[in-house]
């Protein structure tokens, strides 16, 4: 599975960084894992998924959220990544608007 990380993504991983200093090591089990059953289909190949959070001591209920983009069965992108601590959901807007600058940023690098 090719997990195609973009700017947009890699800026809101590095800001959850900064308070969970575990996140890349979670994030790396994750893309090992990406064909684990999603949480949750949201909408035409938009999923999310659930993460452990090793930074601090509770399983997934309370650990990440990962929004991921299927382009198809090879290729995927994550959209956004929050903490379930911090953030109970996130938004259909959100997630439309997160696509929109992802979208705008890979179309910039062709």
């Given at each position: 599975m090719n997990i195609i990380k973009t700017k947009?993504?890699?800026?809101?991983?590095l800001n959850l960084k900064k308070k969970f200093q575990k996140?890349?090591?979670?994030?790396?089990s994750f893309e090992g894992n990406i064909k684990l059953e999603p949480f949750s289909n949201l909408w035409?190949?938009?999923f999310k998924f659930r993460l452990?959070?090793?930074?601090?001591?509770?399983w997934k209920r309370s650990g990440f959220r990962?929004?991921?983009?299927?382009?198809d069965r090879n290729n995927v992108i994550p959209?956004?990544?929050?903490?379930?601590?911090e953030k109970e959901n996130v938004s259909n807007l959100e997630i439309?608007?997160?696509?929109e600058n992802i979208i705008k940023e890979l179309e910039e690098k062709v």
């Open positions: 947009y993504f890699l800026k809101q991983l996140i890349e090591q979670d994030f790396l035409n190949g938009v452990k959070n090793s930074s601090i001591p509770v990962i929004i991921i983009l299927f382009l959209l956004l990544i929050y903490s379930k601590n439309l608007n997160a696509k």
